[in-house]
């Protein structure tokens, strides 16, 4: 049976200032898929400080001495999401020890910075094709609705950021250009969100409704209440959350003290789950 893991990255373990001067520090987030017959999928990996310890845990699980990745995912450009991949391509030493056949992501040139002129984007584009020629892999950038199927495990993209004249007109966060897909094995389906934003989330519902169903949920942007969506949610239904979050966020978001829509709406799902399972708590992992 497939294998989903929930990685603890290094930002997990912040526990320091969160909110006012310090920011909201992120979490960093990575995911791994074992198939059945033990081929690799990477979903984002963290800052670059967990690029030694990512390649160290596929070494783990890895039926080879030399780990070979098939898919490595970026969910969006954001550091703490793409930064071990870029580590791991700049490291002779770390290069050495994997192999990644495809990177698939999307970063859309058509998309706005916060002054309104396109092209934000380019500078990690161009990242990605370095990343891509230091690793020997294949760039791809995915279509909505398309299936990628490895061993007993599919992948159906179900929002990419195709379509720039819709979420410009909501800022110029690199959040809003997240892919959403969902992780399908043989017993169970998990939604994956990345840092979406509420509007890709609203409409992933509008225009896939109760299809949306999935067994678990990888909550969006580290469980912080700048984004939610409860229709997103309420289609859901999940019995099973990751929450790709440190222990400092987790307590910001919990405080009494706090009100809003996003937190009531994370806190309510949040509650009607069966299992939580809190990146800052350790690595976990579920049969698929």
């Keep these: 049976m497939a294998k989903f893991i929930q990685y603890r990255t290094q930002g997990s373990l912040y526990n320091g200032e969160f909110g006012g ?49 098939d898919l490595w995912i970026i969910t969006h450009p954001h550091e703490d999401h793409y930064g071990a991949l870029k580590k791991i391509s700049e490291s002779h030493s770390l290069c050495a020890r994997i192999e990644v056949k495809k990177i698939i992501f999307d970063f859309p040139m058509e998309f706005k910075d916060a002054n309104g002129r396109i092209g934000a984007l380019e500078i990690f584009n161009n990242e990605m094709k370095t990343i891509c020629d230091n690793l020997s892999a294949i760039a791809y950038s995915p279509s909505r609705g398309e299936k990628i199927g490895i061993d007993d495990v599919e992948i159906e993209f179900l929002y990419v950021p195709d379509d720039c004249s819709i979420f410009n007109s909501f800022g110029s966060n690199f959040n809003l250009c997240s892919l959403l897909f969902t992780v399908s094995g043989k017993s169970k389906r998990i939604m994956i969100t990345g840092d ?20 678990a949920l990888q909550m969006p942007h580290h469980a912080l209440c700048d984004s939610y969506c409860v229709d997103f949610y309420n289609y859901v239904a999940p019995d099973i959350i990751f929450m790709p979050i440190s222990e400092a966020g987790y307590r910001a978001m919990h405080d009494g003290a706090r009100s809003g829509n996003g937190i009531e709406a994370n806190l309510a799902i949040e509650s009607k789950a069966q299992t939580v399972y809190r990146a800052f708590d350790g690595t976990f992992e579920i049969d698929i």
């Design 21 to 69: 001067k310090a920011g909201w520090p992120a979490a960093g987030m990575g995911d791994v898929i074992i198939t059945e017959s033990g081929k690799l999928i990477v979903v984002d990996g963290g800052y670059e400080c967990d690029a030694d310890g990512i390649v160290s845990f596929l070494e783990s699980r890895s039926d080879t001495i030399k780990p070979i990745v």
């Design 196 to 215: 979406a934003y509420r509007p890709s989330m609203q409409i992933t519902a509008f225009r896939y409704g109760n299809r949306l169903r999935c067994d």
